[in-house]
């Protein structure tokens, strides 16, 4: 006579092994590219402070900034600014105004009509 499996001792049977827990992590955080950080000219840096003045809490919006070796993009509510500091927090994540590469119009624009 058979016992029979429960449906969860089944499902483990066919669960993923991993032998070393997080290798594949460490693996992918060494594949990746680091890229140096861009040199903004001084034009451009004026454009992103005039559009990072026109910013308030509770927008909407969405930026590409530098984040140890890469650049990553962010979409969310403006949760803090801090002028004082240089310093924006979209959702969760502070961001300091230097590491801000672009900021998305359209979605800035949206929040003005």
Do not use: C, W
């Not at 089944?10 to 861009?38: I, Y």
């Not at 909407?60 to 530098?66: A, R």
């Amino acid at each position: 006579m058979r016992i029979k499996m429960s449906q969860a001792e089944r499902a483990k049977q066919f669960m993923p092994f991993a032998a070393l827990k997080g290798f594949s992590e460490a693996l992918q955080k060494k594949e990746k590219a680091f890229v140096p950080q861009a040199e903004l000219s001084e034009e451009y840096q004026e454009e992103l402070n005039r559009r990072l003045q026109k910013i308030r809490k509770d927008d909407f919006i969405s930026l590409v900034y530098y984040h140890n070796g890469e650049y990553l993009r962010i979409s969310g509510a403006v949760s803090k600014i801090d002028k004082t500091m240089r310093m924006i927090k979209v959702v969760n994540t502070e961001i300091r105004f230097d590491d801000i590469y672009d900021i998305d119009n359209e979605i800035m624009d949206m929040g003005e009509s």
